[in-house]
């Protein structure tokens, strides 16, 4: 029986692709390209793949509450590692179709820009400046954007895209790094039943859920003091709704602690010995930074 790993992943040639291929450039893994993120999750909660790979934070756009809600909601994948990838956007089109007179694109000669809509709303500005007249259109990914563009030609179309994607469909690059922000970052989870190691991982993370007890006035207060004391650092704290009833919100709190330690364990007794619920989604590697 083979050992060979799989992965789920959004479509090739995204943002998503770029980071995959990245964190897994020395293993023999397979990829599993999916339309949606729904598609990812299912993927690997029906066994069909060994892991998937979700972006849960940008650096500009915040968190991403579809996937999160995902993660609690829908699926019980256990988190087994993290890594932060570049999002970089690109003007992508056909360099002979868009060429002005002195071989440049011309920026008149687009009429119409595509690209997923969190990725559109990130390179505003460059929209504004220089294709101001330019018809917006929003897809599902920003590799559909690329594979519209190239099934398309003639129309003065462009998109936003990957690299990856320009290479892969054989369009070109007409400007490079678009985005409105140069420290655009988005944060990947790695989540399945399988697991994963990285022993070269320079800080070990733990996400939990926390639900706080409706009649314990002053209970976020005390188990914030339970991480507080032990000095106990939090990454991340985040309320989102149970979807139970209005008002009732659970807290999605990310930990720069392994769970195998002694204090993290005393913490979250400590919370739920005020009558807290909490549950683990995992102890995991937090892989080093990437910067291209």
């Given at each position: 029986?083979?050992d060979?790993?799989?992965?789920a992943l959004?479509?090739?040639?995204?943002?998503?692709?770029?980071?995959v291929?990245?964190m897994?450039r020395?293993q023999d893994?397979?990829?599993v390209?999916?339309?949606?993120i729904?598609d990812?999750?299912?993927?690997?909660a029906k066994g069909?793949?060994d892991?998937?790979v979700?972006p849960?934070?940008?650096?500009?756009?915040g968190?991403v509450?579809?996937?999160i809600?995902w993660?609690?909601?829908?699926?019980d994948l256990?988190?087994?590692?993290?890594w932060?990838?570049p999002s970089?956007?690109?003007?992508?089109g056909?360099?002979?179709?868009l060429?002005?007179?002195?071989?440049?694109?011309?920026p008149?000669?687009?009429?119409?820009?595509?690209s997923?809509?969190?990725a559109m709303?990130?390179?505003?500005?460059?929209v504004?400046?220089?294709l101001?007249h330019a018809?917006?259109?929003?897809?599902?990914?920003?590799?559909?954007?690329?594979?519209m563009?190239r099934?398309n030609?003639?129309k003065?179309?462009?998109?936003?895209?990957?690299r990856l994607a320009?290479?892969?469909l054989?369009?070109?690059?007409?400007e490079?790094?678009?985005?409105?922000?140069?420290?655009?970052?988005?944060?990947?989870?790695?989540?399945?039943?399988?697991?994963?190691e990285n022993?070269e991982?320079?800080?070990?993370k733990?996400?939990i859920?926390?639900?706080?007890?409706?009649?314990y006035?002053?209970a976020l207060?005390?188990?914030?003091?339970?991480f507080?004391w032990r000095?106990?650092?939090?990454?991340?704290?985040e309320?989102?709704p149970t979807k139970?009833?209005?008002?009732n919100?659970?807290?999605?709190?990310?930990?720069?602690?392994?769970?195998?330690t002694v204090l993290?364990?005393?913490a979250?007794?400590?919370i739920e010995a005020?009558?807290?619920?909490v549950?683990?989604?995992g102890?995991?590697?937090s892989?080093?930074?990437?910067a291209?």
């Amino acid at each position: 029986m083979s050992d060979r790993k799989s992965v789920a992943l959004l479509p090739q040639g995204t943002v998503s692709d770029e980071a995959v291929r990245y964190m897994f450039r020395d293993q023999d893994v397979d990829f599993v390209y999916c339309k949606m993120i729904a598609d990812v999750f299912q993927s690997t909660a029906k066994g069909h793949t060994d892991w998937s790979v979700i972006p849960i934070e940008n650096t500009i756009d915040g968190s991403v509450s579809l996937h999160i809600d995902w993660l609690v909601h829908e699926v019980d994948l256990p988190i087994r590692a993290e890594w932060v990838f570049p999002s970089v956007q690109n003007l992508i089109g056909s360099a002979n179709e868009l060429a002005g007179e002195d071989g440049q694109w011309d920026p008149h000669k687009i009429t119409k820009i595509m690209s997923h809509p969190v990725a559109m709303a990130q390179c505003l500005q460059f929209v504004r400046s220089k294709l101001p007249h330019a018809e917006l259109e929003t897809l599902n990914s920003t590799a559909e954007a690329v594979q519209m563009v190239r099934n398309n030609p003639g129309k003065g179309w462009a998109a936003f895209g990957t690299r990856l994607a320009a290479k892969e469909l054989e369009l070109d690059v007409l400007e490079a790094g678009v985005t409105d922000h140069d420290n655009n970052f988005t944060r990947f989870l790695l989540v399945g039943n399988t697991p994963y190691e990285n022993k070269e991982a320079p800080l070990q993370k733990t996400s939990i859920l926390i639900t706080l007890p409706e009649d314990y006035p002053g209970a976020l207060h005390q188990v914030l003091s339970a991480f507080a004391w032990r000095r106990i650092n939090l990454s991340k704290i985040e309320s989102r709704p149970t979807k139970k009833k209005l008002g009732n919100y659970y807290f999605y709190i990310d930990i720069e602690l392994s769970l195998d330690t002694v204090l993290l364990p005393s913490a979250i007794s400590e919370i739920e010995a005020i009558g807290c619920q909490v549950r683990l989604l995992g102890s995991y590697p937090s892989l080093p930074f990437t910067a291209l």
